[in-house]
């Protein structure tokens, strides 16, 4: 059986914790064979592993997942460079999957479309494996996937919408409020937020880029 491709970016360089996630013994006994932890772009070849992951964190709460199966595959598939996966000794442990879009505030639309060469990405999901809770992964993440964001030259600015609770989280990265989103599930109202990347100008002053 041929191994999963892993898209390639030039931007998105290995990064390796010292930190394991203890979790189960036979994973334990690969630690000679996988790094410790390390982010990459997401491929369709990790859609169930991130489904499973999205279905468990929101289907108790809302009853609704912010992606389908299908979309996360759809995703995956035309821009898995707008994705950032977080693997510890082989294992999803927490993701971001984000999609381009080309007008200036968030649209029912958007929750299913990826528009290409767009200078905005939409950030449709972040979710963390329930065993691997309140312990900052989220917010390591998000850090790091936007600072993958600031070193793709076409990319201006990240747009998400969130409840309102999850407000604070996200401008303690950066994020600011735009205001009441025209999108709604069910019930279910959210709040848009925005964060600016510096595009090309950041990525010339930035030699990690």
């Not at 279905?55 to 997942?65: D, T, W």
């Not at 205001?179 to 600016?196: D, K, N």
Request: net charge neutral; proline share 6%.
């Amino acid at each position: 059986m041929m191994a999963p491709q892993v898209v390639s970016s030039p931007f998105l360089k290995p990064f390796f914790l010292k930190t394991p996630l203890s979790v189960a013994s036979s994973r334990r006994q690969r630690r000679h064979t996988l790094p410790a932890s390390e982010f990459r772009n997401l491929t369709p070849q990790d859609a169930i592993s991130v489904f499973e992951i999205e279905r468990e964190a929101f289907i108790s709460v809302s009853g609704e997942c912010p992606l389908t199966l299908e979309e996360v595959l759809s995703f995956l598939g035309h821009c898995p460079e707008l994705s950032m996966g977080w693997f510890e000794e082989g294992q999803l442990v927490a993701f971001i999957i984000g999609s381009g879009w080309d007008k200036e505030k968030l649209e029912k639309e958007a929750m299913t479309t990826h528009v290409p060469d767009s200078p905005t990405v939409h950030i449709h999901v972040l979710s963390v494996h329930r065993h691997c809770r309140q312990q900052g992964k989220g917010q390591i993440l998000l850090w790091r996937y936007l600072q993958y964001l600031h070193c793709l030259p076409s990319l201006r600015r990240a747009l998400l919408v969130c409840e309102e609770f999850l407000v604070p989280f996200y401008q303690k990265a950066g994020f600011k409020e735009k205001g009441p989103s025209a999108i709604s599930v069910a019930a279910l109202t959210f709040t848009e937020m925005e964060y600016q990347l510096g595009g090309l100008a950041y990525a010339r002053r930035n030699s990690g880029c």
